[in-house]
């Protein structure tokens, strides 16, 4: 619990920090609601016994005050409906605004080089965590905080009211409160914590092998597995109701126990108010009026039920999400190269995994403006990530990038569930369909795009369903084509094509990219053909280089795979 504390510790500081004056206030105006609803019990119950008493006789009854106490009872009645509409208007209002701003820091967070990384690895799992986990935290507010607070202070309202009665009645029913409620309150959430935890892991499981076995059916029942899926499906089910069946029981108990509590309570009371009333230590009005104050005094605790059970998935929420708090922001200079230069790397390191050794090695290199050079060597060796670390994806582990704004055609470009259109106006949100013509030409796609029956219009289904792999390797080149970046890096821009359609691709390459610089990393000779110089990397450096012309650019171009 005292480690749950602490994990919900930066959540809590953010909350406070984001909003402090309407948590604060929602939490005021729940406390009074519930204090005028217990007020409003008490007093009415006082009053009716009061009034009851005093008709008995004429002279009793002209003396009695009915203005008053029915003046409070409506000023309670109208206080406790304009706080408990005021209280959920504010509280939700900041919890629903927290959530926003918590939502927005972690989107932040994840776009962080190596958090974004993660992600790729491991998009379902994350993407559904950072949704699910900030919505798990909408209960820390509004299921136990505000009832904790809300149920202490009533607590210690109840004690007071009922010490006006008897001191001793009103230190035993604080005490009860504060040791029975609060302690079932604690151990419910302690006992909630692991069928919490698992059933939050359970649906996470089952929710991503059902996405699996959709997403992979044809390759599951190419390998024979779709039977093992669903039995890994049916398994996650079952661990799911586990959970439920566990966390429903804990919550059984818990209302057992607070009814108990509660009756428990009450009774004492009415014997002890009882035994007051006929000691004449105290009237009925009195008696009825502890009655009903200690009917209403468990009930800000039943309250904080749905909070505890669930603590777990709450905490658990909190755990993931707080290292991602601590991301400072994304958008950081570019250091700029030295004039005349696209980009200069000194005595660069960097990998994609900290715990792993890095992929580049005290690698230096640099490229000047309007140059073209092509990166080959084996596979595996680092060329992707020499192109993810000029883009910015990436940050050096040590040494100096210095680069101009870069564009990165990767090897698997993703498109998206919209229109040929909206895909290419990802890259430049203003261009019209002249200039998305143009983009398409250079890439060797116009013709394609403009034989469907909706041309540009045509709309794609998810990661570009609807085209060939070749056609959305095109597509996605011409994207890169609008951005007006003056570093074009391509990673195998025309891997997958036939010959000519890959020719016809380079060639407008080219021309498209007349007046930039541009890196392409390749293992295809005719890709590194459009290079002014090439460069050979092996164990993470240099292992070669060779300007067009040379009798070693020739035999770098021999290593290559042909056309
Ligand atoms: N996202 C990633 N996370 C962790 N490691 C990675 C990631 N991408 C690449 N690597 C590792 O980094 C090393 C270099 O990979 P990289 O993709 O840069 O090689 P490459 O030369 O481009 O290979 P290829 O020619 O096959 O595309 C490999 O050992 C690879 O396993």
Avoid at 225 to 239: C, G, S, T
């Amino acid at each position: 619990m005292k480690g749950g504390l602490k994990t919900l510790l930066p959540v809590v500081k953010l909350f406070w920090s984001e909003r402090s004056t309407s948590l604060a206030l929602g939490a005021g105006l729940s406390a009074l609601a519930t204090l005028a609803g217990g007020g409003l019990l008490g007093l009415s119950g006082w009053f009716i016994t009061a009034s009851a008493f005093a008709g008995l006789t004429v002279a009793s009854a002209m003396v009695f005050d009915v203005f008053m106490p029915s003046a409070g009872i409506r000023l309670l009645a109208i206080g406790r409906t304009a706080t408990r509409y005021g209280e959920r208007l504010v509280t939700h209002d900041a919890t629903l605004k927290v959530l926003a701003a918590l939502r927005e820091r972690l989107f932040r967070g994840w776009a962080e080089p190596a958090a974004a990384a993660m992600m790729i690895r491991r998009p379902a799992k994350l993407l559904f965590r950072l949704m699910n986990d900030v919505d798990a935290l909408d209960s820390l507010y509004l299921r136990v905080l505000v009832p904790a607070v809300v149920a202490i202070l009533a607590a210690c309202a109840v004690t007071v009211a009922l010490c006006f009665v008897d001191p001793v009645l009103g230190g035993i029913a604080g005490l009860w409160l504060a040791v029975v409620c609060l302690g079932l309150s604690l151990i419910g959430g302690r006992m909630a914590l692991k069928p919490g935890r698992r059933r939050a892991h359970a649906m996470e499981a089952l929710r991503a092998r059902s996405i699996d076995l959709v997403a992979g059916q044809t390759e599951l029942a190419m390998v024979g597995q779709l039977q093992a899926q669903r039995i890994a499906i049916a398994e996650a089910d079952r661990r799911l109701a586990k959970a439920d069946d566990a966390l429903n029981r804990i919550d059984c108990a818990v209302a057992a126990g607070f009814s108990l509590a509660s009756t428990l309570l009450l009774t004492a009371t009415l014997l002890t108010a009882a035994l007051l009333a006929k000691q004449g230590t105290i009237g009925a009005p009195a008696a009825a009026f502890a009655l009903l104050v200690a009917f209403a005094a468990t009930e800000p605790f039943a309250a904080m039920r749905r909070g505890v059970l669930e603590l777990g998935r709450t905490l658990l929420a909190a755990r993931r999400i707080a290292p991602r708090l601590k991301a400072g922001t994304i958008v950081q200079a570019i250091a700029r190269p030295g004039d005349g230069y696209a980009f200069q790397l000194t005595n660069v390191s960097a990998g994609h995994d900290e715990a792993a050794q890095p992929v580049l090695l005290d690698l230096s290199l640099s490229l000047t403006v309007g140059e073209r050079l092509a990166v080959v060597g084996p596979s595996g060796v680092g060329k992707s990530t020499l192109l993810a670390l000029l883009a910015g994806e990436i940050a050096p582990r040590g040494g100096a990038v210095n680069r101009l704004p870069a564009t990165r055609l990767t090897q698997r470009s993703e498109l998206f569930q919209d229109t040929v259109r909206g895909n290419l106006q990802l890259a430049a949100p203003s261009a019209d369909d002249c200039r998305l013509r143009e983009a398409l030409a250079a890439a060797s796609l116009l013709q394609d795009i403009e034989a469907l029956p909706h041309g540009l219009s045509t709309r794609l289904g998810e990661g570009g369903a609807g085209l060939s792999g070749g056609q959305l390797r095109r597509l996605a080149l011409a994207r890169l084509l609008l951005r007006d970046t003056p570093l074009w890096l391509f990673d195998e821009p025309t891997e997958g094509l036939d010959a000519k359609t890959a020719q016809a691709v380079l060639d407008g390459l080219a021309s498209a990219a007349v007046g930039r610089s541009l890196v392409i990393a390749t293992h295809i000779r005719r890709e590194a053909t459009l290079a002014d110089r090439i460069v050979l990397l092996e164990a993470g450096g240099i292992a070669g280089s060779a300007l067009r012309g040379t009798p070693e650019f020739e035999m770098l171009l021999d290593r290559l795979r042909p056309d």
